[in-house]
């Protein structure tokens, strides 16, 4: 620690400037890499920024402080901007945020680092839709052909809210749609963002937004961060519109499609630093929890695009962080 602890030592700009909106982009679009890096320009948000370094996005409800994903910045400058948040807000909650940050929490504060869930990445350089266990992909577009289904990328607003108000009614949770975790429809920064929609007989009757994800001004991936289906024809529409998204990705030369959050699926052995109550409760929730969100069904959907998974984790300071987290599921409408 005796490197970081010169180089925190020697940071003379703490985090009380504020970034104004294209200096915020700016950074998004150096350091963006995580999968919901563009969902920390989300309205609500608030900031944690270090001229030079990058910003921590968060939001405060009901007494907590909930961050949302790694920060953003260059990796190597983690220990610099995690140290002066955590010294700020000493008891402020991580969700999705990678292992890196999850060492430097817990070997600097002792925190926990439990698994949340996992996300999963596809190359697309090595995709196809061949191999036995993309077969359920195949029979998807088959049907979309049947029913004559097409897909076309369109910025303009094709009945979005109509299809969505009546996707949600088909919901689990109904009341609300899920925020946080997921950004709104709705974003005042939109720039890079990709819409496709479906059609049947000219109608539309699904959509994907897929938010870009950036490395040094580079779009390397893009995320499907919003997707809805007509409640009338549902059977094949989400991969539909991801195969043929994925197409054309593939061929403007993005290497990479990311699928996003899939909560509750959880590696069965605990690791150190994990906390085995909460994990516990969380292999509970994904067993007994779908009447409060789809986990068994969207592990299963993600799954058959046979991605790369890799663990996505939350970072809490007390064993049973409950208060938390059911400030979090308020925060992100599941209840």
């Known amino acids: 620690m005796s490197d970081q602890t010169l180089a925190l030592d020697g940071l003379q700009t703490l985090a009380n400037n504020t970034f104004t909106f294209a200096e915020r982009v700016s ?33 405060r409800k009901w007494g907590g402080t909930f961050v ?43 925190l926990y680092g439990t698994q949340f869930g996992c996300e999963s990445r596809i190359d697309l350089r090595k995709w196809s839709m061949s191999g036995k266990k993309k077969q359920i ?14 897909v076309k990328e369109r910025f303009s607003d094709d009945h979005t809210r109509e299809i969505s108000e009546a996707w949600i009614r ?29 059609y049947q007989d000219g109608k539309a009757v699904g959509f994907i937004y897929f ?10 991936s893009y995320v499907p961060n919003i997707s809805r289906a007509n409640a009338d024809f549902k059977q094949g529409i989400f991969y539909t519109l991801m195969i043929r998204a994925m197409e054309v990705f593939k061929a403007e030369g993005v290497p990479f499609v990311d699928l996003g959050l899939i909560p509750m699926s959880l590696d069965p052995t605990t690791e150190h630093q994990e906390s085995r109550i909460l994990k516990k409760l969380e292999h509970l929730v994904y067993e007994k929890g779908n009447f409060l969100y789809n986990f068994k069904g969207l592990e299963f959907t993600k799954s058959r695009f046979r991605g790369e998974q890799f663990k996505t984790y ?8 409950a208060l938390e987290f059911l400030a979090m599921f308020r925060l992100t409408r599941l209840i």
Not at 30 to 59: E, N, V
Not at 87 to 106: C, E, G, M, T, W
Not at 314 to 321: I, T, Y
């Open 27 to 59: 950074y998004l679009k150096k350091h963006g890499i995580h999968s919901q890096s563009f969902s920390t320009l989300q309205p609500g948000m608030k900031y944690f920024d270090m001229p030079g370094i990058g910003y921590i996005a968060y939001m």
């Open 68 to 110: 949302l994903s790694d920060p953003v910045c260059a990796p190597e400058q983690f220990a610099v901007i995690l140290e002066h948040f955590h010294n700020r807000f000493p008891n402020a909650n991580y969700i999705q945020v990678s292992k890196a940050v999850v060492d430097f929490l817990h070997l600097r504060f002792g």
């Open 137 to 150: 992909l195949r029979t998807a577009l088959n049907q979309a052909e049947k029913h004559n289904i097409s």
């Open 170 to 198: 088909t919901r689990k949770c109904k009341s609300n749609e899920i925020r946080f975790l997921i950004r709104p429809m709705e974003m005042n920064y939109r720039e890079n963002e990709r819409h496709f929609y479906a």
């Open 211 to 220: 938010d870009p994800i950036y490395l040094n001004n580079e779009i390397i």
């Open 314 to 321: 939350c970072c809490h300071k007390r064993a049973l962080p």
